[in-house]
């Protein structure tokens, strides 16, 4: 069975109008989608905030920039803000911001205002192995000012290197600073701002979890994602498939079915492996191309009748599955699936880049004119 017609059909009647993150791709069928790139000070930002020392640039070297998380000891204090637009090399189209702990931020110098206007998420980093009586405070601070500003900005609160703790002890750390910063929100009336937590570390795969969430809330797309996902994986026998940006490691869609931690750590250490080994044996002889690229694909078989199965899909993306070994005998029809989900997956990004177009340029009849343009919902000012 075919799914091409349903995926077709899915891609055309969601009509994306909403810009996509990134430019897409590469090769001939992309080659008449100009890449137009928002101006680096326009991207939408992922404020990274928090106290010093809680870990701030630790995440986001280990997140986007591949640092083991023992070098993260040898980082030395940020002492300005520090601006890393990672959307040269991944999917994820921000600008990530991270703050100086022992900055004042509400220094009259600062224009908070203008930063927060621009701003999609705020991730707050607790240090949980730490008094965070102190990092209470500073989170009602900034989210209140924030919240008055822009309250579209999605307030996440990462309480971090929960690796020191116990099972126990994470629970209950959890439920004190959410108690906690919620009981400040209300006594300040400001119960509609809503908190959302997340339990992290860099020594394991929390930290890409929850990164993967933050960044899945900034997608206007997500829904067509998941539903493309879901009929893949439903016409093809397979139990759970992602969308990674293969840089990051973040998912940026899952089908419906939940998330077991297990899978996506097969999954993404499947990425490491064919990335590692597409370095050493992919490349030319004179160290030229890229290690990823329109022919990376993976099979790897496990010896409990799991079958792993990695393609690329844009430049920055690609699916990887996990299914049985009986559901890969039909790997014919699974191949097919995948180039129509490849196919469809294009196609909500052609019209995402159309979009980002200015209205006059863009074809008549072209589904993105007259619709407003707000980049991954954000809106696009500039700093
Ligand atoms: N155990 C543990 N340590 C961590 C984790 N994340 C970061 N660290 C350590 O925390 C220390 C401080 O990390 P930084 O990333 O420099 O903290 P920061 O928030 O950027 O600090 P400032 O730049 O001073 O604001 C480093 O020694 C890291 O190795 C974690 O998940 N678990």
Redesign the pocket.
């Known amino acids: 069975m075919s799914i091409q017609y349903e995926v077709e059909q899915l891609a055309g009647s969601y009509g994306v109008a909403d810009s996509f993150p990134k430019d897409f791709g590469y090769g001939d069928e992309e080659a008449d989608i100009e890449d137009s790139p928002a101006p680096s000070d326009s991207k939408p930002r992922i404020l990274l905030m928090?106290l010093?020392?809680?870990?701030?640039?630790?995440i986001q070297k280990v997140v986007f920039h591949k640092m083991s998380p023992n070098e993260?000891?040898f980082?030395e204090?940020?002492n300005k803000i520090y601006k890393d637009d990672i959307s040269s090399s991944s999917f994820v189209n921000f600008q990530i911001w991270?703050f100086?702990?022992?900055v004042d931020f509400f220094d009259p110098t600062f224009d908070y205002e203008m930063i927060f206007r621009g701003t999609g998420a705020l991730i707050f980093?607790i240090d949980a192995q730490d008094d965070y009586v102190e990092a209470l405070g500073r989170l009602h601070l900034t989210v209140s000012r924030a919240y008055r500003v822009n309250p579209e900005i999605n307030f996440e609160v990462f309480i971090?290197?929960v690796?020191?703790l116990s099972d126990d002890h994470k629970i209950e750390t959890q439920r004190d600073i959410h108690q906690r910063a919620n009981d400040d929100l209300a006594d300040a009336s400001l119960e509609k701002l809503h908190l959302s937590f997340y339990l992290t570390?860099?020594?394991d795969h929390s930290i890409f979890e929850a990164f993967s969430k933050v960044v899945q809330k900034l997608i206007p797309q997500l829904p067509t994602l998941e539903n493309l996902l879901n009929i893949f994986i439903s016409n093809s026998g397979i139990e759970k498939a992602f969308l990674f940006d293969v840089v990051s490691k973040i998912y940026i869609a899952t089908d419906s079915s939940p998330v077991d931690m297990q899978s996506y750590e097969l999954c993404c250490d499947m990425i490491d492996v064919v990335i590692d080994v597409s370095c050493i044996y992919g490349l030319r002889e004179d160290g030229s191309g890229s290690a990823y690229d329109k022919e990376s694909m993976a099979i790897i078989k496990l010896n409990n009748t799991t079958v792993l199965y990695l393609k690329e899909v844009t430049k920055f993306l690609a699916l990887v599955c996990i299914l049985r070994e009986e559901s890969f005998e039909r790997k014919g029809l699974i191949d097919y699936n995948f180039h129509c989900f490849r196919k469809a997956i294009h196609e909500v990004f052609e019209v995402g880049v159309l979009s980002q177009r200015p209205l006059g340029t863009l074809p008549v009849g072209s589904p993105a004119r007259g619709k407003a343009v707000a980049l991954n919902g954000t809106p696009r000012n500039t700093v």
């Open positions: 928090g010093r020392r809680s870990g701030k640039s630790s993260t000891l980082l204090s940020t991270d100086p702990g022992q980093v971090h290197k690796d020191g570390s860099i020594y």
